[in-house]
């Protein structure tokens, strides 16, 4: 339950406050004991290794002497890291913590700023409300900048202040972002993050609180989780539609963005492509994008690469036909042979299945095949004047 | 004599300055802040706001804030 600020619970709210930064800063010297700690311990260790290395040389014991000499680098290295790790820590720059009285006037100033300061005690959240705001037109309402008083210095703490939108005017491409820079109750604060990390570790809390809302009262579009512009929804670039943005599908061939009604993806690479840079291919009928479609290398039309590699364009199924019509005009009274010897008509009859087992067409490159299988002296050749007077095979 | 100044203007520092007697709050912050206009900033002495014509007095506190900072979206 919210409660406003009565002086009682102002002076233990900014006590609370007080103890948690007391408490932040004695985890830090915490911290720092715990990498000193680690520097001495390599320390001992190496003075160890200094004692029995001096005894190793003093009896002449060479292959031990070796081994102390590896520890002793090994022990180098990790002196390295942990002076550095106990340098950092200690050179953190001390942060002067307030007295309970300096965090009672912060209070006071913030209630001042922001006309009001509201207190959780279940969640020990502290509270301010700004007022409405408007970005460039785009109304987005009023927030409320909570600050987690319990999670100030905790590193592990998930989210140390929220805002949330006390009359949400979300974007229509995501609910959760509720201002540009905004999103799931999450401020990214860009520019103001540093100075904030500062402010609530010296316990200026109305700092802190005025800093939030200087960042909600402007507009970065360079850096926004949904622009202003695609505030209201994006329209697809075909039909116009209004989208959200589960319902956005981005076409990789012309780069624009299209509703569901309007994109589809190319049946080869999968890639999400509007209807109107989708193709068809002659061949196989599937719909694929500019990048799957090639060219015949025989007839220059156009076709998906599937059919091309599969040598499906019908130029390349004619080409047998026609060579096959041509020939067989030349020797209507040769008959074709067959490779039993049986002549086509022969094998036909045999065969008694009442259709001709070797159709006309097919003549021609039997006969040729035939003449090559034939006996070799007896072979009469043939030539272009003499076809229909000398028999093919003996 | 000497000043708390505390700049919420990038890293966010409070350190004590020292300042000329008789200096005027607009003209410390037009020293303070390179190349900013005071219009742009939220100005408090000793947690108050004061005209831009005050004259600074030994141990004020005073607080320059940023009225319009850019968000981004986080990484």
Known sequence: MENALSGRRLWQVAGAIRDRLHAVRLSRFHQAQGQIQGLASDLAELESVRRRLSLCVARGWIAAAGSLMDEATRLFRSLNYTSKDAELALNKPEVQIPNVRDVLEELLQAEEEFEGLRYYPEDQILAVKTDAIELEGTYLGDFEVQLHIAALGDPNFRSLYRVVALDPHPSSRNDAVTHPHVSEERLCAGDAGAAIDTALAGGRICDFFILVRSVLTNYNRDSAYVTLEDWDGAACHDCGSMMGEDDTYY????????????????????????????????????????????????????????CREEARCPCLEEEPKNEEVSDDNDSNSIEPACPSGRSAAEGGEADGAGSNRYPDEAAAPVAAQAAEEGAGEDRTSVHADGLGQTPLLP | MRILFINNDGGGYADYVEVAAGT??????????????????????????????????????V?????????AVAA
Not at chain 2, 63 to 71: L, S
Request: with cysteine; charged share 30%; aromatic share 4%.
């Open chain 1, 251 to 306: 076409c990789t061939s012309c780069d624009n963005d299209f509703c569901g009604e309007c994109s589809s993806c190319c049946s080869r690479c999968d890639e999400s492509t509007c209807l109107g840079c989708l193709e068809q291919c002659p061949v196989c009928e599937d719909s694929v994008c500019g990048g799957c479609m090639t060219r015949c290398p025989e007839c220059g039309e156009r076709l998906c690469r599937r």
């Open chain 2, 24 to 61: 005027t709050v607009d003209k410390f912050v037009s020293q303070q802040i390179a190349g900013g206009k005071a219009e742009d900033y939220l100005i408090r002495v000793n947690r108050q706001p004061v005209p831009r014509e005050y004259v600074l007095q030994e141990g004020d506190r």
């Open chain 2, 63 to 71: 607080t320059v804030t940023p009225t319009k900072i850019e968000g």
